[in-house]
């Protein structure tokens, strides 16, 4: 029977880094981007919602002075202000893979290899760019005050989510086919049968982002080899991510276009985090759940490899005593 590796990672020590690196990863998309958006869109209703100038109705009608009549793209600052934040948080994660020490790469990586959470959010980071910057770069021949704008710059969230699940889909369906690398995918090496997305996550974010470095990568793919029920537990985690990730990237999809405007920015970038929460705790549950089922599964091998070693040597001892009682004093 093949042990357990131990994880040399515990989220006991690290309640303190993970609550700040969630209160980073929270407050620019929630806090930031909506008081922003709601405190220029209503705060600063003469303003002209993208090019950044007064509309004529409306500065007639409240007679605005020119000295207030200054450029001040209201859609725009908050997307900006996100991009920055963004920009920052691949800065720092790219700084630490391309270190000369390879602490933080994948297994046996180039310098400049990356890891596949990166590749990810470098792909992520495109398409939601391609989204704003299409939805900003559109006027407003239609006349509706911006109002399509406002409905496609609060997809960004739901978009991640269905990104994020067909990457899972794929790799599930690579995994459950047996279908082998044909080149070096993070720390797996070419003919390895791929994994589940969740594998890869988990695998470049405590590493990196949570500090687990190249000694945490390494004690993640042995239990991976050894363990059946963590392999199982790994699957399940991305059948479930997966599958709620799209429910919920369809139902806020949905959401975005039916509720009225004023709310759809707010329910946009905020209401997805509420379902994730939910999923977080799920997964807590569930993984501790998994891994005593896997300790009990292994003490009851150990008892069972015990016994048949008992047995053994007691059938062994009864094949010597007839002999041994024959032998004359």
Known sequence: MTMKTKLPYTLHTRYRSIATAWTIITIPPIFINLSLFYGLWYGRPAMDRIAGIFSPMVQKKSQISSH????????????????????????????????????????????????????????????ISVLISSALARGDGDGDDHELQTRLLSLPTSILMFFLASLTLISLVLNGFGMKLPFRFGSSVAGTIVNPAVFYIVEDVVAVDGSGRLEYRKAWNLRYENSLVFRKLIWMMSVVWMSAFYIFAGIFTALVFLLPRVAVYGV??????????????????????????????????????????????????????????SVSP
């Open 268 to 325: 946009g970038w905020a209401g997805p985090f509420i379902p994730a929460g939910f999923l977080a705790v799920w997964t807590t549950f569930y993984v501790r759940s998994a891994l005593k089922r896997e300790e009990e599964e292994e003490a009851e091998n150990r008892t069972s490899d015990s016994s048949n070693s008992h047995a053994g040597e007691s059938l062994q001892s009864d094949e010597r005593a007839p002999l041994l009682s």
């Open 68 to 127: 207030d009549n200054q450029p001040f793209p209201v859609l725009t600052i908050p997307t900006a202000v996100l991009g920055i934040f963004t920009a920052i948080s691949i800065i720092e994660r790219v700084y630490k893979l391309v270190q000369v020490s390879p602490e933080y790469r994948p297994i046996n990586s180039p310098r400049y290899g990356l890891d596949i959470f990166q590749w990810g959010y470098f792909a992520a980071v495109i398409l």
